[in-house]
């Protein structure tokens, strides 16, 4: 399976824009959903905070793909640790595949622990609050989980992209009706809100009765910076360049508004609608239930597979990209094999919900760690040519180390740890200065380096092999354009799509029906029969029935 780990995406391997759009939809709209939607409850933020913080921060972080990570991605059709390597060199290269695939096996092990947390509502199993497991069954449960994770991401980016095709529909209408389904709950839990006519309705059941202003810390800007910081991994740090590399289009890097505004906004806020209506079901503090409790309470058993599928679409392509990060270590790995070990890995990490108990923090480091080496290929490919230092000057001189590189990834890191103990700022906050550090350090220290210095020949021939490449690229989507259009459905297609759909439209209306009945038990047993019927239409569609030929 051929996923060009350390060379340019060929143009006949370029994807069409639903694979883009089903896999920021499914991956963001995930396990974590459940525990940072019900970590704004607990955190005591008003509720016109929440909403107003998560409209800018996830603004933001589309235009962070949009206008850094999609443009490099799709102008060097390279994965993120190619491109570092042919900027910083091998020895950095090294350190930060360690470090990157290393913080992306914990987040993926706390991905699979999401899905255990559901599995163990099956078993009876008590809920995992604690950094450690308390239980031999929970750890075997993680187990099995992780393994079905780890195939997943072994067969590659095509299969992770159809499996997230087939559930992002399907999970993004779960946060919604489970949302819906457990409002009455709240309502009837609050005596100033009988009823909710009018958006003014609802603000007020969220300020009484969801997120409700405690006095903390916490305000806005904690929000803003967790819902742009969240995924800085990913945009402004470019992780995502090893999935958008593969974008026939730059303007792909839009479909990641669907998971920011579908995931990051709507379904954190349907998650702490069911986070406070879990709570108030079983009389206990939100922070002593999992999100396998949560949506068991909103949907039942289709509860529980939601946080299955949900902890499946995050970890996939996470435990692929970490994948990627240990196979760049040494060219002669299979991509394959290294991914199936970064699986074992991250199952392992998944039987100690250490990360799941401390999502917040973990994000925190997480974004600071990595922001510099976004700073440093920001600057590489946009700002070194203008102050007339030629782009790859570390190749082109074939240095083994790129000293101003790993200067400013130290420096960075640094100045953002002073910032946190000076002027005691907030986790969240310190991949800000850590990333705008590196954006102007890079370029000072590579001109005092004599990076401007190079062979004019080599740096010419090397521009050269890189423009007949996009040439060639241009040329074949071009002229294969009539081959991207899609062949008619057939009569089977049709069928399995109207099904599929048919199914979703259901589950609002018996959600609906909950809402104004408040008849629970019926509503749980019709969602999961409705679940089962969606599944077998859209896994027969997507994976059995012939491509079409944009495939």
């Not at 974008?247 to 479909?255: L, Q």
């Amino acid at each position: 399976m051929s996923e060009f780990d350390r060379v340019p995406v060929a143009p006949e391997s370029l994807k069409p824009a639903r694979y883009f759009a089903a896999s920021y939809a499914g991956e963001h709209v995930a396990g974590t959903e459940f525990v940072i939607g019900a970590m704004f409850v607990a955190w005591g933020v008003d509720a016109l905070e929440v909403i107003q913080g998560l409209i800018l921060g996830n603004t933001l972080a589309v235009l962070t793909w949009v206008f850094i990570c999609g443009p490099i991605a799709t102008d060097t059709r390279l994965t993120l640790y190619a491109y570092l390597e042919k900027i910083a060199g091998p020895v950095f290269i090294k350190f930060y595949s360690i470090v990157n695939g290393v913080l992306m096996c914990i987040l993926a092990g706390a991905m699979i622990t999401v899905s255990a947390s559901a599995v163990r509502i099956l078993f009876d199993i008590p809920p995992q609050v604690n950094w450690y497991p308390n239980s031999l069954a929970f750890v075997l449960v993680a187990i099995g989980v992780g393994a079905f994770i780890a195939y997943s991401a072994v067969r590659g980016f095509s299969f992770v992209a159809r499996f997230a095709e087939v559930s992002a529909p399907w999970m993004i209408s779960m946060f919604f009706i489970g949302a819906l389904a457990l409002t009455p709950t709240l309502i009837n839990g609050t005596p100033e809100v009988s009823s909710i006519n009018n958006a003014a309705d609802f603000l007020s059941l969220a300020q009484l009765s969801i997120w409700k202003d405690m006095g903390t810390e916490m305000n806005i800007w904690h929000v803003v910076a967790i819902a742009w910081g969240a995924n800085l991994a990913f945009h402004g740090a470019l992780g995502d360049m090893t999935i958008l590399r593969f974008a026939r289009k730059t303007s792909y890097a839009w479909y990641s508004a669907l998971g920011m505004f579908i995931g990051h906004f709507a379904a954190w806020l349907a998650a702490g609608i069911m986070g406070a209506g879990a709570a108030m079901i079983l009389d206990k503090a939100l922070t002593s239930l999992d999100a396998g409790e949560v949506a068991y309470q909103a949907l039942g058993s289709a509860g529980i597979l939601a946080v299955i599928i949900a902890g499946w679409t995050t970890s996939n392509p996470t435990i692929y990209r970490a994948g990627l990060a240990f196979q760049s270590l040494n060219p002669k790995w299979s991509r394959e094999k290294v991914t199936l070990f970064v699986g074992v890995i991250t199952t392992i990490i998944a039987c100690f919900p250490f990360v799941f108990t401390g999502l917040l923090d973990y994000l925190g480091i997480m974004a600071l760690v990595l922001a510099p080496t976004g700073g440093i290929i920001i600057a590489e490919h946009y700002i070194l040519e203008k102050i007339n230092i030629v782009r790859y000057w570390r190749q082109i001189n074939d240095n083994k180390i790129n000293t101003p590189a790993i200067i400013t990834w130290i420096i960075s890191v640094s100045i953002a740890g002073l910032c946190s103990y000076g002027f005691d700022l907030h986790i969240l906050f310190l991949f800000v200065p850590a990333w705008a550090t590196a954006v102007i350090l890079y370029p000072m220290l590579s001109k005092i380096a004599g990076a401007g210095n190079v062979d004019r020949l080599v740096a010419d021939k090397i521009n050269k092999l890189e423009n007949d490449r996009k040439r060639e690229e241009k040329n074949y989507l071009q002229t294969a354009e009539e081959n991207f259009q899609k062949t008619p459905s057939s009569l089977l297609q049709t069928i399995l799509k109207s099904v599929a759909v048919l199914s979703l439209l259901a589950g609002f209306i018996v959600a609906v029906k909950a809402y104004t009945t408040g008849e629970q038990e019926t509503f749980k047993v019709n969602i999961l029969i409705l679940t089962v019927i969606y599944f077998i239409a859209a896994i027969s569609l997507v994976f059995f029935l012939p491509k079409a030929k944009d495939e």
